[in-house]
């Protein structure tokens, strides 16, 4: 069975402060796919990155990064020099090849507050 | 880009009542999926469907029903709402293929109150 751990469920930092939001995850499968998504106080979950097991590149834009390591099953999210839009809830989510429909398994999420 | 459109916002409903939740996406994607949403729990699947005519329980199926009669829609029924069902609920979509691979586009959601 797959599973995906968010081990922070809140965080508060800092106006222009970097900070990592973890992601653990677990699977049987070798091929699988890996997500983030974002969820501002708006209610609408917007997705930010894909990344493909067979994929272990590291990804940057703007102020995002993505790091991604197989040998310790993570999937950590980087926010450089934070701003107060980026306050929402942040889920990390895991979708096995071949599943149904490609059903995801999301973590529970992590609540970042940045303040001014 | 896609869309994704629920067709209320919020809602408030009578326990007992039958309530009808409506989704439509415009990028012709196999996959549709409901959740809800509550506090401390995460997102949790209800049903999901990956062809018209085909729908899978998700993970708390109980009280609920869906409907896929067109690929762009599917609906979320609530047979007898009760207080319990009172909840934040969100569509989605994805597709395999097509330069993307299962990742989720959601739905606006709908706040559905049973009182």
Redesign the interface.
């Known amino acids: 069975a797959q599973k995906v751990t968010q081990a922070q469920t809140e965080i508060s930092v800092v106006e222009k402060e970097d900070v990592t939001l973890d992601c653990v995850y677990e699977t049987r499968d070798t091929t699988y796919y890996l997500f983030w998504y974002k969820q501002p106080p708006s209610g609408e979950l917007v997705f930010l990155i894909r990344r493909n097991s067979f994929d272990e590149q590291n990804e940057i834009s703007g102020r995002y990064s993505w790091n991604f390591q197989k040998s310790t099953s993570s999937f950590n999210f980087t926010i450089t020099a934070s701003q107060v839009v980026d306050s929402a809830v942040y889920f990390c989510a895991l979708s096995e090849a071949g599943t149904n429909a490609g059903k995801s398994t999301f973590g529970d999420g992590t609540t970042l507050t940045v303040k001014p | 880009d896609v869309k994704v459109t629920q067709s209320s916002r919020y809602l408030v409903k009578r326990t007992g009542e039958k309530v009808f939740l409506e989704c439509v996406q415009d990028m012709d994607h196999?996959?549709m999926?409901w959740y809800r949403q509550d506090p401390g729990?995460?997102?949790r699947?209800i049903y999901?469907?990956?062809d018209v005519k085909m729908k899978?329980k998700?993970d708390i199926p109980e009280g609920y029903s869906v409907s896929r009669e067109k690929k762009e829609r599917f609906s979320l029924i609530l047979e007898s709402a009760s207080t319990n069902q009172t909840s934040?609920y969100?569509c989605?979509s994805?597709s395999?293929g097509q330069g993307?691979?299962?990742?989720?586009?959601?739905?606006?959601?709908t706040r559905l109150t049973v009182t």
């Open positions: 196999e996959n999926f729990l995460g997102l699947l999901f469907s990956y899978e998700g934040m969100l989605a994805s395999p993307t691979n299962y990742e989720q586009y959601f739905g606006p959601g």
